[in-house]
């Protein structure tokens, strides 16, 4: 069954600095793979998704994820982060089957300090 | 604009009430998801549909139910409402097999609380 594990509930970082958030996955096939972000009393939205082309792939907002196959992992960094990206950020597979629900890790709460 | 609409965003409730959570989605979606969303455990599924009338038990189903009367409407339905219920819920919608890749559109959220 496919599963993923974000480790880190809480992480912080200082404005301007790297983010790196990790997911580690599961999967009996070839995954697809999401990152979703839920700022404070919303629901979630789309940041990046894996779908099998490229392995890098690039999302909104500056953030990017690496598909690393021999690693089983997915993890989202951004460059330099900024105070708006304080936010919860959960990562997803799909489990393939044909309604192709997501299976999402516990969430990573990102808090950027001044 | 393609949208997810909940309803309520914020609801209380008392022990023993019946509680309907409604939702409802503008892109022709064949599939839509009710979540339960709780700190720590993050976002867990209660029920799923992939048609009209058409429904299957998600991972934490006991204690609701789900309507689908409508392509466009998805409801979650608690019988009666017990305090451990309390959660935010998010409901959720994508295209079917066809095309689909899995991402999901979803609504603001319904906070519940139980007394």
């Known amino acids: 069954a496919q599963s993923v594990t974000q480790l880190g509930s809480h992480v912080s970082v200082s404005e301007g600095a790297l983010v790196l958030l990790r997911c580690n996955y599961s999967?009996?096939?070839?995954?697809?793979l999401f990152w979703y972000v839920q700022y404070p009393n919303q629901g979630l939205q789309l940041l990046l998704k894996?779908?099998?082309?490229?392995?890098l792939v690039k999302g909104i907002n500056g953030f990017e994820a690496e598909f690393k196959k021999s690693e089983t992992s997915f993890h989202l960094t951004k460059p330099s982060a900024h105070m708006s990206d304080a936010a919860e950020y959960f990562c997803a597979v799909s489990d393939g089957g044909a309604t192709n629900k997501l299976i999402f890790g516990t969430g990573t709460l990102l808090a950027v300090q001044p | 604009d393609v949208k997810v609409t909940q309803s309520s965003r914020y609801l209380v409730k008392r022990t023993g009430e019946k509680v309907f959570l409604e939702c409802v989605q503008d892109m022709d979606h064949e599939n839509m998801f009710w979540y339960r969303q709780d700190p720590g455990l993050g976002l867990r599924l209660i029920y799923f549909?992939?048609?009209?009338?058409?429904?299957e038990k998600g991972d934490i189903p006991e204690g609701y139910s789900v309507s689908r009367e409508k392509k466009e409407r998805f409801s979650l339905i608690l019988e009666s409402a017990s305090t451990n219920q309390t959660s935010m819920y998010l409901c959720?919608?994508?295209?079917?097999?066809?095309?689909?890749?899995?991402?999901?559109?979803f609504g603001e959220g319904s906070r519940l609380t139980v007394l």
């Open positions: 959720a919608s994508t295209r079917g097999p066809a095309g689909n890749t899995g991402e999901l559109f």
């Open positions: 549909s992939y048609d009209v009338k058409m429904k």
């Open positions: 894996y779908t099998s082309a490229a392995t």
């Open positions: 999967s009996s096939v070839p995954p697809y």
